[in-house]
Every structure is written in C-alpha cells, then in structure tokens.
C-alpha cells in the first residue's frame, strides 16, 4: 500500500507523518506520535474513548482515517490542561469523583469540554445528551454531570 506524506496539529504542535491510507487517526495520534490519551474501545464509533477535537469539533477517531485530517488543528485530552495546571474540567472530575477506572475519561473530557464552548446555562437532561455519545461504565453519568455543571458555576462565578 502507497504510503502518504500527512502533517497533523497537534495541540499547537505541527507533526510530519508517513501513513498508510488505512492509518486510523487515533492510530496515528496513539502509537505514531504518543498521544495515547485517546483509547480504542469499540472501533465503531459507539463508546466515545477516541473522543478527539479537529478544526473544534468533537469527533471519534477511530472512524476517521488519519489522512483526512492532514493540516487540521487537533485537540487531545494531553491538550486540555495548561503550563502543568488541569483545566477547570478535569478538576471538577477530580473533585467530583467523575471518573473512576479512567478509560472514558479522556473521550468524556473532550466532548464535555466541546460541549462547554457554547452551552448556556444547561439543565442536567441537556448536559446527559450532549455526552450521550460516550459510554461510562463504572459511574452510572451522575457524577460526571454534577462535575460538568460545577464547571459551568465555576465559569459563571469567575464572570461576576
């Protein structure tokens, strides 16, 4: 198979890659460039763990083929946190026990955070369907919805 020439941006971080057209981008972004907070867990795009932003939306990369993003600006969870500090997400899944063995987290992380760029003062019933696409199996959701609307109050209360 013809290898391809590709050029991913990584949290602010230009990669040049040589990749198989088959190359699954979560393949390229875990065992090509060491982005492993992404997991593979269904590879049909139902569980979420591959969760990943390109050009700032929320997208599963284990169905999208590495060349397709070739130039796009790509977010991982590696990405969220800044000069060491967790984002006030990632604390608020920490302080709120959002999380427990961990393999969701990072897909959950990305898309909750996709979610927060323009929600508006969402109810619990609008901030479970805007995650509906990832699955949790260990938390039951309930504490991951109470640390997605504690960072919403944290963000308003910073507003103020």
């Given at each position: 198979?013809?290898?391809?020439?590709?050029?991913?941006?990584v949290n602010g971080t230009e990669h040049d890659l040589t990749v198989e057209p088959r190359t699954l981008l979560v393949t390229a972004l875990r065992e090509d460039l060491g982005y492993t907070g992404a997991n593979v867990g269904c590879e049909t795009a139902r569980?979420?763990?591959?969760?990943?932003?390109?050009?700032?939306?929320?997208?599963?990369?284990?169905?999208?083929?590495?060349?397709?993003?070739?130039?796009?600006?790509?977010?991982?969870?590696?990405?969220?946190?800044?000069?060491?500090?967790?984002?006030?997400?990632?604390?608020?899944?920490?302080?709120?026990?959002?999380?427990?063995?961990?393999?969701?987290?990072?897909?959950?992380?990305?898309?909750?955070?996709?979610?927060?760029?323009?929600?508006?003062?969402?109810?619990?019933?609008?901030?479970?369907?805007?995650?509906?696409?990832?699955?949790?199996?260990?938390?039951?959701?309930?504490?991951?919805?109470?640390?997605?609307?504690?960072?919403?109050?944290?963000?308003?209360?910073?507003?103020?």
């Amino acid at each position: 198979m013809t290898e391809r020439e590709i050029t991913l941006s990584v949290n602010g971080t230009e990669h040049d890659l040589t990749v198989e057209p088959r190359t699954l981008l979560v393949t390229a972004l875990r065992e090509d460039l060491g982005y492993t907070g992404a997991n593979v867990g269904c590879e049909t795009a139902r569980c979420g763990a591959c969760t990943v932003r390109v050009d700032g939306e929320a997208i599963k990369s284990c169905m999208r083929f590495a060349i397709q993003s070739d130039g796009a600006e790509i977010e991982t969870v590696e990405g969220l946190a800044e000069n060491g500090d967790l984002a006030p997400l990632q604390e608020q899944f920490q302080e709120n026990h959002g999380l427990q063995c961990g393999f969701c987290t990072p897909g959950m992380l990305m898309t909750a955070d996709t979610y927060l760029k323009d929600a508006d003062d969402p109810s619990r019933e609008e901030i479970r369907e805007a995650i509906e696409g990832n699955l949790c199996r260990c938390t039951g959701y309930h504490n991951i919805v109470d640390a997605i609307e504690a960072t919403l109050e944290q963000r308003e209360a910073s507003h103020e």
